[in-house]
């Protein structure tokens, strides 16, 4: 029994985090119609610049504490300046251009990796994880990491801010309807550009805090971290439906859950195998996703 609750903790973890990367990602396709190859890239930046203000590089900041604390929102302000800027300079005189988009993403995640293996190196790095993420909590006999509480507790916290947002502020009802009459709603004297901008660079924070808590769960950071995850998150996007915030969340932990104990259940690899045929079955079933509509 405490193996199978190991197990589940640590497949919820693992959910939380391909949510986070995914809710970037979901975001910025589902308002914008942009599918940002980039952003996988997006994510090792944050990790990068965290783990870089956690090692020394920033005053104030540090390992452990509010210390790390102060990394991690130094490694998401990255995040978001790196998507703001990539939308200003890159996205915006693409935006009916959907070829061109996708080159120029997947040439921005390829162009971002490289440029962090010539800094750093192609090896992974040891991550600094602060006291809280490396003790234990005992749940019924099972001794499960703290660090899983923390990735459910952030991507618990990044749904119910998207949530509010889109569904309560006047941001989410200019971007709604940006996103459904862009010429109806400047000519009411409303800026979408900047409005648009603000989802990219938002998109660019949830990338990185999934970076720094994703390499504070592996215990490193690695330039090709960032293309790893992306897979996933794909496929949690793809099973969750694009419309749908809520969708991602349950896709993302179903995706957890069947990797974990496939892996353990079965065998090593099993797992990501596993995923791919889920992601088959849903298409089979439900094409639109979980939450989206059926053909």
């Known amino acids: ?22 809710s970037g990602l979901s975001l910025i396709y589902g308002l914008m119609g942009v599918l ?12 990068y610049a965290a783990w870089w203000a956690a090692t020394g590089g920033l005053p104030g900041a540090g390992p452990d504490g509010w210390g790390f604390v102060l990394a991690t929102a130094f490694g998401v302000a990255v995040g978001a300046v790196i998507g703001a800027v990539v939308e200003l300079a890159v996205i915006r005189p693409l935006y009916r251009r959907h ?7 997947v040439g921005i995640g390829l162009v971002g990796v490289a440029l962090l293996r010539g800094i750093w190196g192609a090896d992974a790095l040891p991550f600094p994880r602060p006291a809280l993420a490396t003790g234990t909590t005992t ?5 499960i990491p703290n660090d899983r509480f923390v990735l459910i507790a952030a991507a618990v916290a990044v749904l119910l801010g998207l949530l509010a947002v889109l569904r309560a ?7 709604r309807a940006g996103v459904e009459n862009r010429a109806m709603v400047e000519a009411l004297g409303i800026e979408v550009r900047r409005t648009f901008t603000l989802v990219f660079a938002v998109g660019g924070a949830v990338a990185a805090l999934g970076g720094v808590l994703g390499s504070v769960y592996l215990g490193s950071v690695a330039p090709g971290q960032g293309t790893s995850l992306l897979i996933f998150a794909f496929i949690v996007v793809v099973i969750g439906g694009l419309g ?9 932990v179903v995706v957890g859950l069947v990797q974990q104990l496939a892996n353990y259940y079965a065998a090593a690899g099993v797992g990501d195998l596993s995923v ?10 439900r094409p639109g996703g979980l939450a ?3 053909a």
């Open 292 to 294: 989206g509509r059926t």
């Open 36 to 47: 940002n190859f980039a952003h996988g890239a997006f994510l090792a930046a944050g990790a």
């Open 169 to 175: 502020s006047r941001v989410g009802l200019i971007l």
């Open 244 to 252: 749908s915030r809520t969708g991602w969340a349950v896709a993302a």
């Open 276 to 285: 791919v045929l889920l992601l088959a079955l849903v298409l089979l079933a």
């Open 99 to 105: 070829i061109e988009q996708v080159l120029v993403t």
């Open 1 to 22: 029994m405490s193996t199978f609750l190991l197990l589940l903790a640590t497949g919820l973890g693992l959910g939380a985090l391909y949510f986070l990367v995914a």
């Open 139 to 143: 749940i019924a006999g099972a001794a």
